[in-house]
T-cell receptor, first 115, second 114 residues
Framework: GAVVSQHPSWVICKSGTSVKIECRSL??????MFWYRQFPKQSLMLMAT?????????EQGVEKDKFLINHASLTLSTLTVTSAHPEDSSFYIC???????????FGPGTRLTVL | EDQVTQSPEALRLQEGESSSLNCSYT??????LFWYRQDPGKGPEFLFT???AGEEKEKERLKATLTKKESFLHITAPKPEDSATYLC???????????????FGTGTRLTIIP
């Protein structure tokens, strides 16, 4: 199956700093990438959808100025959490797909802890 | 609004004890129903996609089925390594062409006791 990686796998930062998370599709070209957030013992909540070369589409209630998404190439998308606060602490997961798959393939996730 | 409900929330089985997980959905127009397995601290692992009522797919001890209102994930003679959270998600027909988002259920935490 298709492989998606994320970096870093975990990160601890101080309140007020910004954190960047990378999502890469390793063996296919991802025309669409999705970013999810998952709180403990809860399901995945979609934050935004990004298509290569265009602006991301954010879900209702997700602040686009706080969660900056860039999908500059067919294999890389980044999520930057700006001015992070403790309530942003969560498990962030990306997924990637292309038109020939339809299925979304998920990365291993990034655990963010904001102190 | 599209809704996905999974039951039970948690299930404990003895090794070898077969059972089924349920995913019921209410959507405007189902394009596909997806099953994923998620281990603690990891991203979901793709299992199956079902597209039409009556469709069935199998993989090792797992079999997924689909009706017009729900999907079942049957697990036959499970082993401890099948312990995980099983998530279902629905995808509806898009208004614009392209890969559309998934709406996830809350999952079933499955524990297989040796």
């Amino acid at each position: 199956g298709a492989v998606v990686s994320q970096h870093p796998s975990w990160v601890i930062c101080k309140s007020g700093t910004s954190v960047k998370i990378e999502c890469r599709s390793l063996d296919f070209q991802a025309t669409t990438m999705f970013w999810y957030r998952q709180f403990p013992k809860q399901s995945l909540m979609l934050m935004a959808t990004s298509n290569e070369g265009s602006k991301a589409t954010y879900e209702q209630g997700v602040e686009k100025d706080k969660f900056l998404i860039n999908h500059a190439s067919l294999t890389l998308s980044t999520l930057t959490v700006t001015s992070a606060h403790p309530e942003d602490s969560s498990f962030y997961i990306c997924s990637a797909s292309d038109y020939s798959y339809n299925e979304q393939f998920f990365g291993p996730g990034t655990r963010l802890t904001v102190l | 609004e599209d809704q996905v409900t999974q039951s039970p929330e948690a299930l404990r089985l003895q090794e070898g004890e077969s059972s089924s997980l349920n995913c019921s959905y209410t959507v405007s127009g189902l394009r596909g129903l997806f099953w994923y397995r998620q281990d603690p601290g990891k991203g979901p692992e793709f299992l199956f996609t079902l597209y039409s009522a009556g469709e069935e797919k199998e993989k090792e001890r797992l079999k997924a089925t689909l009706t017009k209102k729900e999907s079942f994930l049957h697990i036959t003679a499970p082993k401890p390594e099948d312990s995980a959270t099983y998530l279902c998600a629905v995808q509806v027909f898009p208004t614009n062409f392209g890969n559309e988002k998934l709406t996830f259920g809350t999952g079933t935490r499955l524990t297989i006791i040796p």
